[in-house]
Nanobody, 127 residues
Framework: QVQLVESGGGLVQAGGSLRLSCVASGRTFSSLAMSWFRQAPGKEREFAAAITWGGGSIYYTSYADSVKGRFTISRDNAKNTVYLQMNSLKPEDTAVYYC?????????????????WGQGTQATVSS
């Protein structure tokens, strides 16, 4: 089993930044593909960003078009932590952000492909 605990959400004005963190426990973190999904009120859960470790200093990432160039996903395997740096935030980025994990190294964008989910952290962007 893998437990995921997110933090770092909050309220920010448009154009501002937030940094989300997610600490994982219970399994070899480096072997997990880690992602962030989000769900806005009245909308379906959607993929935001994903990262996997290729060994050494090699990391593979994937981003949704809606966040590309503004969000950066990173991970620290020594700390069992994945981050989502969110810059140039827009009101449409308002959502509950979920940290998710799956066994293996494939970057997936479908929620059903993930095995473990955190409880979510709210990020609200005011206009």
């Amino acid at each position: 089993q893998v437990q995921l605990v997110e933090s770092g959400g909050g309220l920010v004005q448009a154009g501002g930044s937030l940094r989300l963190s997610c600490v994982a426990s219970g399994r070899t973190f480096s072997s997990l593909a880690m992602s962030w999904f989000r769900q806005a009120p009245g909308k379906e859960r959607e993929f935001a960003a994903a990262i996997t470790w290729g060994g050494g200093s090699i990391y593979y990432t994937s981003y949704a078009d809606s966040v590309k160039g503004r969000f950066t996903i990173s991970r620290d395997n020594a700390k069992n932590t994945v981050y989502l740096q969110m810059n140039s935030l827009k009101p449409e980025d308002t959502a509950v952000y979920y940290c998710v994990a799956r066994r293996g190294a494939i970057l997936e964008v479908t929620p059903g492909k993930y095995d473990y989910w955190g409880q979510g952290t709210q990020a609200t962007v005011s206009s």
